[in-house]
């Protein structure tokens, strides 16, 4: 697949989210280990290829080969925006943004990275939010007076006050965690 040799192992540990010594294993010509089910279907989605396809049973046909070779650029140009946004070396829990609460910045359907160590505020920013059952993105702002306010970036929505720690338990709040990044994808017609 246009693979150097050399770059096996660290290509299929990107693509599967792997680490290197366990797809090491998988090449290993003396000892040959088989990946999880979860890490070969990564594996496959990450080629554009089938099962049959990998394990050999099937050979594509030329057409095929040419959408496996773009399937495979487009996952090494997503790997790398990926790599670029990841914070102290953790890209974080993969969200989708629910509405348009946070437009222009975050619309509806962008990716965001959520840092889930960060359980409760720390600071000024982006934070994701599970509100009964429901997933929020909202800009938080502490004030002097220790209140909170969850601010939206659409100004059709208004911003919403929280004057003490028990108003977030009443609602069953619970934070998710802190957005440290996110991609988002326009599509033009």
């Known amino acids: 697949m246009g ?3 050399d ?4 290509h299929v540990a990107g693509i599967t989210q792997r680490a290197a010594q366990s797809v090491r294993r998988w090449f290993d010509a003396s000892e040959p280990g088989l990946p ?3 890490s070969f279907a990564r594996l496959c989605a990450g080629l554009g290829c089938s099962a049959d396809e990998i394990i050999g049973a099937l050979r594509p046909l030329a057409d095929d080969e040419a959408h496996c070779a773009q399937l495979i650029e487009v996952a090494n140009c997503i790997q790398a925006i990926t790599d670029s946004l990841a914070h102290h070396g953790q890209l974080g829990i993969p969200m989708q943004v629910p509405g348009d609460e946070m437009a222009p910045h ?3 359907g962008d990716l965001v990275f959520v840092d ?4 409760q505020l720390a600071g000024n920013g982006i934070y994701a939010f599970n509100c009964n059952g429901s997933l929020y993105i909202r800009r938080v702002e502490r004030r002097m007076d220790r209140s909170i306010v969850l601010k939206c970036d659409n100004k059709a929505y208004q911003d919403y006050e929280w004057t003490g720690t028990t108003a977030a338990a009443r609602r069953r709040v619970k934070i998710l965690g802190k957005v440290r990044s ?3 994808v326009k599509v033009f017609s």
């Open 116 to 119: 889930s160590a960060v359980t």
């Open 36 to 38: 999880d089910l979860e």
């Open 182 to 184: 996110a991609i988002s």
């Open 7 to 10: 770059k096996t192992v660290s």
């Open 106 to 108: 975050l619309k509806a």
């Open 3 to 5: 693979i150097p040799a």
